[in-house]
């Protein structure tokens, strides 16, 4: 758990066995990103790549939004956007940004965010950068840059965008910077379900239960191979990773284990060895 100076907790982590629960916690703000929150998810998801304990994140804001992006009704958030602030002010502030969605990817557990209310420009970016999103009916979501003079291109939304819904909806919403509903971001396949808002955290408990009875090297290498894999040079470099992290899952007691609990039909006992 995480702290301004006012000692109110920017970000809440909550520990449920393997599962880390992490609550954007500026509602009153709508979670809008200020320096300190902006500091704390830094060093959260560049943390992570340590963590054996954590096997699945989930993100989630508090109040009635996700989050409304970057802050700008706080001076120093507003004086270092790329609009303002000096060119070497500007990019250091801006690449601190982006650091959090590149840690995200790069980090091997699995994160589902959970959307309701506002997920605009780098809230909307959060959420691209997620493993997994679960939409509440409330959701609204929008690449916000390009309505305050600078691009829509931002925080990843240019890689991710494309990627998730194709090149001509991500222009529409990169030019216009129009908000999406959970319905059309569900229809259009932004997201993996809608749910009531109040249903959020049930709908994330199933997936989280059916990724908790795999084993840890295999689900760490799950994510791997799909990030690396939405850029592979073709199928023959996708499948020379999926033989090589079968060939090394297949070498570990927890291959072992996932054959016993097969024929047995009893629960697996991972060990991650």
């Known amino acids: 758990m995480t702290k301004s100076a006012s000692d109110t907790p920017r970000l809440l ?24 929150m902006i500091e704390d998810l830094r060093d959260y998801f560049l943390g992570l790549p340590d963590r054996r304990d954590v096997r699945i ?9 996700f989050c409304a992006g970057l802050d700008l009704k706080n001076e120093s958030s507003a004086n ?3 609009s303002g602030g000096g060119v070497q002010r500007g990019l250091k502030t801006q690449r601190r940004i982006a650091e959090i969605v590149m ?3 790069r980090c091997p557990q699995p994160i589902i965010s959970l959307i309701q209310g506002a997920a605009c420009g780098g809230g909307f970016s959060l959420a691209l950068a997620s493993d997994i999103r679960i939409a509440g009916e409330s959701a609204r979501m929008n690449c916000a840059y390009i309505r305050i003079g600078l691009g829509g291109c931002d925080i990843g939304s240019s890689y991710f965008l494309p990627r ?3 090149a001509s909806l991500a222009a529409e919403l990169i030019l216009t910077g129009k908000f999406i509903s959970a319905e059309r971001a569900l229809r259009v396949g932004l997201v993996a379900q809608v749910v009531p808002d109040a249903g959020l955290e049930a709908a994330a408990q199933e997936d989280i239960d059916l990724m908790l009875t795999t ?5 760490r290498m799950s994510k791997e191979a799909l990030n690396i894999n939405l850029d592979a040079g073709g199928i ?12 090394l899952c297949a070498q570990t007691e927890d291959f072992r284990e996932g054959l ?6 009893k629960p697996p006992v991972w060990k991650d060895a």
Do not use: C, Y
């Not at 084993?215 to 689900?219: H, M």
């Not at 016993?260 to 039909?265: A, E, G, I």
């Open 13 to 36: 982590i909550e520990a449920r066995g393997p599962v880390e629960w992490v609550t954007l916690n500026r509602p009153d703000a709508l979670n809008a990103l200020n320096p300190g």
């Open 103 to 105: 840690a995200m990817r």
């Open 80 to 82: 270092d956007t790329a």
């Open 236 to 247: 023959e470099a996708a499948i020379a990773l999926e033989d090589r992290n079968q060939i």
């Open 215 to 219: 084993s840890p090297l295999g689900l």
């Open 260 to 265: 016993k609990s097969f024929l047995t039909r």
């Open 164 to 166: 998730l819904v194709g």
């Open 57 to 65: 994140v989930v993100l989630r804001g508090a109040g009635r939004a």
